[in-house]
Structure formats: structure tokens, C-alpha cells
């Protein structure tokens, strides 16, 4: 398969043990059903080099593990290392051409009331406990928070647009008002329902507890 057919998912940029697994990090976090995906491409000799899925999930945001067949020790797993992961194109999932999601802020211009034109959005953080959105200008770059105040800024001009934030969300009554009364059509949570016990298991009874509650709050906004 050639490039012009596929799309870079990502690179393999760490190791996993000893027995030939490797982490690929996916660079746009793109979504997948992961238990369709039966091989990988990655490059060799600028050839893209069909590599079969033994076993494969994602463990962190950006991240994939991945268990190769014919890969069994680390030896083997390090002459891939640093390589370019490719998928072909006719497997990228299908959105709603109207949903803003990050990945389709980054370019967006930037303008301030005050002083017009600040720059594009060039990066956006969902690793921190609040997102931050990175603007670009002449070579300089500067942060500030994704909070609903922005999301107004967006449905203003474009009411018809749906936005889905995933930094900065709490389970809680006034963070989740403060979020569908900007205008919301979603939100998403991770760690901040993944409560754990002093020894680090998940509570899965405050888990569930905790989702419950935040589905009863968000049914009650609507």
C-alpha cells in the first residue's frame, strides 16, 4: 500500500517490557474501535510494511499498546522503534462535519475584543486538570484556559455547531451549569470520576456513585 493511500497514525516511541510490545503514540488521539484493527503500517526503507495485530489497546490519551505477532522479545521489538505507524485512509472514523472537537480549533484565529487579532490556535493541552488552548503569532506563544466563556465566544456566530469539552469538567452541580449554561452539547470526564481507595484500586461504588449523580445533574440541565 502506498502512502498517498494512508494517513500517519502515529509513531513507535517506547518499549514495553521484555517480550515485544511496544507503545506507539497516536498524535492526533484519534478515536478507533481498536478490536477491528487487525495490522499496522509502519515504514521501512520508505516501504510500508504490513505488521499484524496480535493485541492492542489504548492506555493513556495518545497512547497505544500494541502486541505485534512475530515480534516476541524485545530484540526484534527495538528494529521498529522510532518508526512511523500508518493507516490506510478509508479506515478514519466518520464525524459530524459540524461537531467542534480540539483537534478542529487548531487554525482557528483568535481575536480579542480589546485588541483584535491575537493569533491561531496552534495546540491544545488536555493533559493538565484545566485545557489549555496555545495561540501562535510571529513566532511567539502564549496560553489561557478552555472554560465556557470560550464556548460562547464559538456558538455565538455559529449557534449550530456542537461542542464537546473534555478539560476542566468536573462531576459536580456548578461546574456542569457553568458548561450546558455555555452552551455544551456534551462533555467528557475521565479522571475525575475515577475515584480510587488509599491504596490505589479503583472505589468502583463511588465510581458508580459519582456517574450516576452526574448523569442525574446533566438530564436535569436539559
Not at 464537546?164 to 451549569?177: A, D
Amino acid at each position: 500500500m502506498q502512502k498517498k493511500d494512508c494517513f500517519l497514525f502515529g509513531t513507535v516511541f517506547k518499549l514495553h517490557g521484555y517480550k515485544g510490545d511496544v507503545n506507539i503514540y497516536n498524535d492526533n488521539d484519534i478515536p478507533f474501535d481498536f478490536s477491528k484493527l487487525t495490522y499496522f503500517l509502519i515504514e521501512q526503507n520508505n516501504e510500508l510494511v504490513p505488521y499484524f495485530i496480535e493485541q492492542v489497546r489504548a492506555t493513556k490519551p495518545n497512547v497505544v499498546l500494541v502486541k505485534f505477532e512475530d515480534i516476541e522479545n524485545e530484540a526484534l521489538a527495538k528494529k521498529i522503534l522510532k518508526r512511523k505507524v500508518y493507516l490506510p485512509k478509508e479506515l478514519i472514523p466518520k464525524t459530524d462535519e459540524l461537531e467542534i472537537t480540539e483537534k478542529k480549533l487548531i487554525g482557528y484565529t483568535v481575536l480579542d475584543i480589546n485588541h483584535g487579532e491575537l493569533g491561531k490556535i496552534s495546540y491544545i493541552n488536555s493533559q493538565t486538570s484545566q485545557q489549555l488552548i496555545y495561540v501562535e503569532k510571529d513566532g511567539k506563544e502564549f496560553c489561557f484556559p478552555m472554560h465556557e466563556q470560550f464556548v460562547k465566544g464559538i456558538k455565538g456566530p455559529q449557534p449550530w455547531t456542537s461542542i464537546m469539552p473534555t478539560g476542566g469538567v468536573s462531576p459536580t452541580r456548578e461546574n456542569l451549569e457553568a458548561w450546558f449554561g455555555a452552551g455544551v452539547t456534551c462533555v467528557g470526564m475521565g479522571s475525575k470520576l475515577m475515584a480510587k481507595h488509599a491504596d490505589g484500586s479503583f472505589d468502583y461504588d463511588k465510581i458508580e456513585s459519582q456517574t450516576k449523580n452526574a448523569l442525574d445533574i446533566i438530564q436535569s440541565l436539559k
